[in-house]
């Protein structure tokens, strides 16, 4: 799979969403990373920024030498234009760019754009068929559609952080704003599908997609409706024990290694207990099925955690792999770019960056076997294509171009 990208590599789109163009005008982590998605797959994304500031998250840390670290890889495969939307003539200039793209991507609060003269019925007119993605935290309507948001905002209101923590602990979140990737996952399918109805219907009409990032982290929750529904539980931390199957937890090893163990079928307790040495636990009554080894968890778990603190993790790793047990070794990203699957599967990869030579990020998920996708460059400077794509498009000359910048526009 060409995933590997260096200085002397073409930069070639390629994947099965070439030929798709996408207007990126969101700012921070949601809706641009849902544009980074497509243009994984090979999507033309162009992202637009304000003139000087640009996007937030430019300045995200982790930070080298000045340069957003975070930035280049949540930004990457795009080209890069600055424009002043809320600026009559910078709106003016979006309408003449939005007529040769596919995809408009946003995540203003409702009614921005309508008041910036960019409302839907407006684009439409001038491209019946764009489909526009609306990526916020609460949703176009409804008594929190005008609150601002954050990642963990969205997490605690979709229930999430609920759920996440010590049973008599506080809730947590996790060390990463999951909120945002969750949304913009769901903002990338809502685009593929409204693309696929365009595709089966070329005449069709343009779609709104009106993705509210909270409900989306809902949603992946997907047993707590209809559990509160039919039984009136409400669901609430159970630590690392799992609450579908036993044994599960996370264990500490000897030499001080964390491993996380999980298997609900009988076939994969099985595996489990005959790598610690106890096959006798099969024919124990409490232990006979997954609904009974849930009900006596606690018991379950301190016989193998009481196994696991003896071992070393090469032993503990060992002895569950000659059982075909389900276990794993909890890695921090030191132990991840050493593993030999991810190192095979060349789940991260060398990117060509123009700050640092060469810079490792994540590859491609999924991959395509008859339509390979790449990463082609990391995140750019601000404005960096605005000859291009101002000359190309619109025919801008440079003296014109030099003009709007004067006028604050580019």
Same mark, same amino acid.
């Given at each position: 799979m060409p995933q590997e990208s260096d200085s002397n590599h073409p930069k070639i789109t390629q994947g099965p969403l070439n030929g798709l163009k996408v207007l990126d005008i969101a700012t921070i982590i949601a809706g641009p990373m849902a544009a980074t998605?497509?243009? #994984?797959? %090979? &999507? #033309? !994304?162009? $992202? !637009?920024?304000?003139?000087? $500031? %640009? #996007? %937030? &998250?430019? #300045?995200? @840390? @982790?930070? $080298?030498? =000045? $340069? =957003?670290?975070?930035?280049k890889s949540i930004n990457r495969n795009k080209k890069f234009i600055t424009l002043d939307l809320r600026k009559p003539e910078g709106a003016d200039i979006l309408k003449k760019i939005i007529a040769k793209y596919d995809v408009l991507i946003e995540n203003f609060r409702p009614g921005t754009l309508d008041k910036w003269g960019l409302s839907s019925e407006v684009l439409w007119e001038i491209n019946p068929h764009l489909v526009i993605l609306r990526t916020t935290g609460f949703g176009q309507d409804g008594p929190y559609r005008n609150k601002p948001g954050f990642g963990r905002i969205f997490e605690a209101l979709g229930g999430l952080t609920f759920i996440t923590g010590e049973s008599d602990g506080e809730p947590m979140h996790p060390g990463y704003p999951i909120g945002d990737a969750i949304g913009s996952l769901f903002g990338a399918i809502g685009v593929l599908a409204a693309l696929f109805k365009r595709m089966n219907n070329p005449t069709a009409l343009g779609e709104e997609i009106d993705l509210s990032i909270t409900e989306g982290v809902f949603r992946i929750l997907d047993f707590l409706p209809i559990e509160y529904d039919q039984l009136g539980t409400i669901r609430s931390r159970m630590g690392n024990a799992n609450q579908y199957s036993s044994p599960s937890a996370v264990y500490r090893t000897i030499d001080d290694h964390f491993v996380s163990l999980s298997g609900s079928t009988n076939a994969l307790f099985a595996c489990n207990a005959r790598a610690i040495g106890r096959e006798d636990l099969l024919n124990e009554p409490q232990f006979l099925n997954n609904t009974l080894r849930v009900s006596n968890s606690k018991e379950l778990n301190k016989i193998f955690s009481n196994w696991i603190a003896k071992n070393t993790l090469s032993d503990v790793l060992k002895a569950f792999e000659a059982a075909q047990g389900t276990i794993s070794p909890i890695n921090s990203i030191e132990q991840i770019v050493s593993d030999p699957q991810m190192i095979y599967r060349k789940a991260i990869i060398d990117v060509a960056d123009a700050d640092f030579g060469s810079v490792k990020l994540s590859g491609v998920v999924p991959r395509f076997r008859n339509d390979p996708c790449e990463v082609r460059n990391t995140a750019g400077s601000l404005g960096q294509d605005n000859s291009e794509i101002y000359e190309t498009i619109l025919g801008l000359s440079i003296k014109e171009q030099d003009e709007l910048r004067h006028r604050g526009v580019i």
């Open positions: 998605l497509l243009s #994984d797959y %090979g &999507a #033309d !994304v162009l $992202k !637009v920024e304000l003139p000087i $500031k %640009g #996007d %937030g &998250a430019r #300045d995200f @840390p @982790p930070i $080298k030498n =000045g $340069k =957003g670290l975070w930035w």
